[in-house]
Every structure is written in structure tokens, then in C-alpha cells.
């Protein structure tokens, strides 16, 4: 069965980092494209970050030069290192592969909440 | 970025009845790469359409998409009770994806 499993997510104070882990099961993260999207609280969803099959990397503007897509081969896992973080951050965030295309997938997210 | 706005922010209908929704950008949507998604409380989305008027797999066929360019639809022939959630649109014509800010589809 085809599953995304996120973790990492918790409770941070502004200015703090943290690491998103997005682990894949049956299908491989490099043969597609893995995309982070989040959802703030009542609100509604923002496409966050997008690692290409190639490993080329976007960002939305809101996150360009705090966040940062990776993935490990190795552990069939993509990452999102986050940094600088704010309030403005704290949402659900969850794992999509292959968005808009009849292989789109989502993990089920993880809650990061920005506060002092 | 290409900007996605969806209107109306609510809509009141009874089950039965047709729902239109709409959704416009700000720029022409590349290849008509946009999609639309269903989300229920506490629930991740659901791919509804892609291609704009494709429907994916599972997707009933009350469900229909629509247009190009800059305007999108999306269309429910005919309202179940499992059709009342949230739908947004998203654009993947361009390396910036964007969504629009969603559409609540409540029971009046």
C-alpha cells in the first residue's frame, strides 16, 4: 500500500529550526516529484517547496532562503530543514507526490507550531 | 506567481441542487495545468480533476471540470451529502505552484 508518513513536527519557539521527514512505502521518492504543502490554522492550503526527479528545488516566496527540500535515496525519505521559523509557520504540513497528476498523493501531515 | 482567486468563499445548497465554483488567475494557467481537490475536516486533500476537466481516479461523475486560460470551474451536477468540504483549485503550470484560498460548500 502505497503510504507518505511525516514526522518531526512539535512545538518550536520563534527563530528555532526543525526538520520535516517525509517517509515513503511502495514507490520510490526520487523517481517522482515530492512537493511540501501547508495549512495554517482555519485556513486554507499553501504550496510550500518541490524537489524535481532531476533534485532541482523551488520555494515559494515565503519560505525562499529559510527552508530547504532535500531527500535521501538511501531512506526513501524527503526532508524540508526549516529555519528562522515564525508564527507566521505554524501549520500542518503535509507530504504530496506527483501534485495535479493521476499519481497525486498525500501523507496525512504534521502539526508545527511557532510560539514563546 | 500566478495568483488563484476562488469565489464565492461560501456556498449554501441543499443537497440536489447544482454547485458552480469558480476560480480565476492572474495569468494564463500553462497547458491547462490546473487542478482541483476536496478536503474534509481533519482530513488531507483529495485530487478531484486535474488537466483541468480530467477526473481522477474514484472521482464520481457529477463532478466535472471546466475552462482554460485564466478561468476555471468546477461543477457538481448534483449534490450528495458526502459533497459538502472545502475545494480548492492549484495551478502546476509553473515551477511556482499556487493554490487559491478554497471554497466551503456547506448545507443550507
Known amino acids: 500500500e502505497v503510504q507518505l508518513v511525516e514526522s518531526g513536527g512539535g512545538l518550536i519557539q520563534p527563530g528555532g529550526s526543525l526538520r520535516l521527514s517525509c517517509t515513503a512505502s511502495e514507490f520510490t521518492v526520487s523517481d517522482n516529484y515530492m512537493s511540501w504543502v501547508r495549512q495554517a490554522p482555519g485556513k486554507g492550503l499553501e504550496w510550500v517547496s518541490l524537489?524535481?526527479?532531476?533534485?532541482?528545488?523551488y520555494y515559494a516566496d515565503s519560505v525562499k532562503g529559510r527552508f530547504t527540500i532535500s531527500r535521501d535515496n538511501s531512506k526513501n525519505t524527503v526532508y524540508l530543514q526549516m529555519n528562522s521559523l515564525r508564527a507566521a509557520d505554524s501549520a500542518v504540513y503535509y507530504c504530496?507526490?506527483?501534485?495535479?497528476?493521476?499519481?497525486?498523493?498525500w501523507g496525512q501531515g504534521t502539526l508545527v507550531t511557532v510560539s514563546s | 506567481e500566478i495568483v488563484l482567486t476562488q469565489s464565492p468563499g461560501t456556498l449554501s445548497l441543499s443537497p440536489g441542487e447544482r454547485a458552480t465554483l469558480s476560480c480565476r488567475a492572474s495569468q494564463s494557467v500553462s497547458s491547462s495545468y490546473l487542478a482541483w481537490y476536496q478536503q474534509k475536516p481533519g482530513q488531507a486533500p483529495r485530487l478531484l480533476i486535474y488537466g483541468a476537466s480530467t477526473r481522477a481516479t474514484g472521482t464520481p461523475d457529477r463532478f466535472s471540470g471546466s475552462g482554460s486560460g485564466t478561468d476555471f470551474t468546477l461543477t457538481i451536477s448534483r449534490l450528495e451529502p458526502e459533497d459538502f468540504a472545502v475545494y480548492h483549485c492549484q495551478q502546476y503550470g509553473s515551477s511556482l505552484y499556487t493554490f487559491g484560498q478554497g471554497t466551503k460548500l456547506e448545507i443550507k
Open positions: 524537489i524535481y526527479r532531476g533534485g532541482i528545488t
Open positions: 504530496a507526490r506527483d501534485l495535479g497528476s493521476p499519481r497525486d498523493f
